[in-house]
């Protein structure tokens, strides 16, 4: 297939974009009364507005020929179909046979992978049922008190951004911790206060050779059997989440406490899998459940609604014309619940590393802008920070509003003022405020003529910033098991449409092989040959400044 962007759907769109830039979105919405009504689309709980796009019908008309050109629904099929649509690694891709409820056959290489989820789900709920009631101690015979969960990207920050997200869900009973930094602060600090006699780590690496991880487990190993003095604790103290069964039990932990994955599973999209093992210990088994329950629901939705009427394929098409035809080069996601503060940082990995790519499937340099940088934090904290960007900069930033309706934490009239703040967002970076309204204002205030012109230019907001509003009656399980599958989803759209492999991430690879040569030199006290001047300047001043 020739590159996307030299197809002439890729043109249509670049000229549909000259005609759609002189447009504004308040004549948009004034001239067609029933744009609201029609560009809207609720799915499992979730409820999207995304009619604060600078777009029309016509924009959509040509953004779904554009997904036809790039046969989005074929490449649809093959990925539930558990074909290797990661090609460099030639893996399948298929992280929805981890929430696929149904249990209709997934098939991988021939097989039916449904019985071994099963399988491991099956360990999950067992392990995680004796954990919860203290049937499961530590070496000692005392209660689990506290989990820490040692791995890092994908096996880190989607148990803890859930875990986050659900705290109204989680137990008093046992809290849960998680060290992702190789940097000795983070250990160190999180073990701090922890009792080892209490406390239970699991080891969550798919590969189980990770620098950060496996330097954090053997200083957790230390510090348990530093207090404990006896080898035979590890086995009450340390489980694994791995796809490497050697690795584990090379590491000191007994298989029969490592909870398997596969390599079909991507790091990135591997909390379903056992590496949500963390969530399941902090909400129990049931609510696990109807995360992927919530998961699989979009699944559904995704796999078989038409296109035009696909949630997850219209916001990753809206994605494409923001990045592609108007410029944008990043993308903001504004959760407007204090639960889902770590829903950004989730998704820069997520988002990322998937589509942060420059080559095609068939390794030929692309021509056309790929994934943008992914940022946020929640409302209303971003307000006063950098919202005044978004309204009156010279950037186009493109953003998602994400709320609920009822909040866990009934507190006098907090939430209505969360969302009041929410919805005015929206409406005010799509309306704006022309020259002529802020002179009125002005003039209404008292001012002078000469301060009003002085003042009005500065008061001026040109609007038509896009937003796309998730609304949802309430942050649960089920909900933020959807919302993570509509993101998850809505990369791939955007990366079959650009031609790329989402699913590899050779990109981290150069600076990890890097690090460990420098390592052996700092090890060694002297910067080796080979690098460059200021490499070489660094490593001796950190050398000097370290005391070598
Ligand atoms: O950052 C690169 C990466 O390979 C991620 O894709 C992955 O989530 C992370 O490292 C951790 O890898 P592992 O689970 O093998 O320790």
Redesign the pocket.
């Given at each position: 297939m020739s590159m996307i962007s030299h197809t002439p759907q890729w043109q249509a769109l670049q000229q549909h974009w000259e005609e759609m830039r002189e447009h504004h979105l308040r004549t948009l919405f004034a001239r067609d009364p029933d744009r609201a009504e029609r560009m809207r689309l609720s799915v499992a709980g979730l409820h999207l507005d995304y009619s604060k796009n600078l777009l029309t019908d016509e924009t959509l008309r040509l953004l779904l020929e554009l997904a036809r050109a790039a046969d989005l629904s074929g490449w649809q099929t093959r990925l539930y179909d558990g074909e290797p649509i990661n090609v460099t690694e030639q893996r399948a891709v298929l992280h929805m046979a981890l929430r696929n409820r149904s249990n209709r056959p997934m098939v991988v290489d021939g097989e039916d992978v449904m019985p071994l989820v099963n399988g491991v789900l099956a360990r999950i709920e067992r392990f995680v049922g004796e954990v919860r009631s203290g049937a499961w101690t530590g070496h000692t015979g005392r209660r689990i008190s506290d989990v820490v969960n040692i791995?890092?990207?994908?096996?880190?920050l989607g148990p803890k951004m859930v875990c986050a997200a659900l705290s109204p869900y989680c137990s008093d009973q046992l809290r849960v911790h998680f060290v992702s930094n190789v940097d000795a602060t983070h250990l160190v600090e999180t073990l701090r206060g922890l009792d080892p006699e209490t406390t239970l780590f699991v080891i969550?690496?798919?590969?189980?050779?990770?620098q950060e991880?496996m330097t954090n487990a053997a200083s957790a190993r230390d510090w348990l059997l530093a207090a404990l003095d006896d080898s035979g604790a590890v086995a009450r103290h340390f489980v694994a989440v791995?796809t490497n069964t050697e690795r584990v039990s090379a590491f000191g932990i007994d298989t029969a406490n490592m909870f398997e994955f596969w390599d079909w599973v991507?790091?990135?999209y591997?909390l379903w899998s056992a590496?949500g093992l963390p969530i399941a210990l902090a909400v129990g088994f049931e609510r696990f459940v109807e995360l992927l329950e919530g998961a699989h629901a979009i699944d559904e939705h995704h796999r078989t609604a038409p296109l035009e009427r696909n949630m997850p394929v219209l916001l990753g098409l809206i994605g494409v014309w923001y990045a592609n035809f108007a410029g944008a080069r990043t993308h903001a996601v504004l959760p407007y619940d204090q639960s889902l503060r770590l829903l950004p940082a989730y998704l820069q990995?997520g988002d990322m590393?998937s589509n942060g790519k420059r080559v095609g499937r068939d390794g030929e340099t692309l021509e056309h802008t790929t994934g943008p940088v992914v940022w946020g934090e929640p409302g209303t904290d971003g307000q006063h920070a950098f919202y005044q960007l978004i309204h009156q900069g010279t950037q186009l930033i493109p953003a998602d509003f994400i709320g609920a309706a009822r909040s866990h934490h009934e507190l006098g009239d907090h939430h209505d003022k969360l969302m009041a703040n929410c919805f005015a967002q929206t409406e005010a970076l799509m309306r704006g405020r022309t020259l002529d309204e802020a002179r009125a204002e002005l003039r209404a205030a008292g001012l002078s003529d000469e301060r009003v012109e002085a003042l009005a230019p500065h008061r001026v907001f040109p609007g038509n910033r896009p937003t796309n509003t998730l609304l949802m009656e309430r942050l649960t399980p089920f909900t933020l098991g959807a919302l993570i599958a509509l993101y998850e989803h809505r990369i791939f759209t955007q990366g079959v449409i650009w031609g790329i492999n989402s699913f590899d991430?050779w990109g981290?690879e150069l600076g990890k092989q890097l690090a460990g040569v420098i390592l052996g030199e700092l090890e060694g006290g002297s910067a080796g040959e080979g690098h460059d001047a200021s490499t070489c300047a660094l490593l001796e001043t950190y050398l000097h400044l370290r005391g070598a």
């Open positions: 791995g890092i990207g994908g096996s880190n969550a690496s798919k590969t189980f050779s990770t991880t791995s991507g790091g990135r591997s590496i990995q590393e991430q981290v």
